[in-house]
């Protein structure tokens, strides 16, 4: 996290992950470029942990919002679409993060990097 500065995002609009038998809507940061950058540094250190790269489509930068059936995904996308207000936010730390039976399948935070501030 030491080569990275504090970014910013937006999340404004909706879109979605279609899997076997279900689907993952999720939001889409823009501009999305440093988030690609950053998972592209963190691959550099953490070359075992490279499955989000191994996508036939390469890393996707997204914030889940939750699963849903097919049949009901472009009207829930449609209600949430029409009902949100983009939010900016600013990107000034990593947490690293994990879950597992002994957390109630809780997310956690393990450690925390702070980004360089801007100037």
């Not at 993952?24 to 490279?50: C, G, Q």
């Not at 059936?69 to 994990?98: A, K, N, V």
């Amino acid at each position: 996290a030491q080569q990275m500065s504090a970014f910013s995002v937006q999340f404004a609009r909706f879109d979605a992950f279609q899997h076997r038998r279900s689907c993952t809507m999720f939001l889409v940061p823009e501009p999305a470029d440093e988030i690609v950058r950053l998972h592209s540094v963190l691959l550099e250190h953490l070359s075992d942990y490279d499955d989000t790269a191994r996508f036939a489509g390469g890393f996707h930068p997204h914030l889940s919002v939750g699963q849903f059936q097919h049949h009901s995904l472009q009207t829930e996308q449609q209600r949430l679409q029409t009902e949100w207000q983009p939010i900016q936010c600013e990107i000034t730390t990593l947490s690293l993060i994990y879950r597992s039976p002994e957390t109630d399948d809780q997310f956690v935070v393990a450690e925390q990097f702070p980004f360089q501030t801007r100037s």
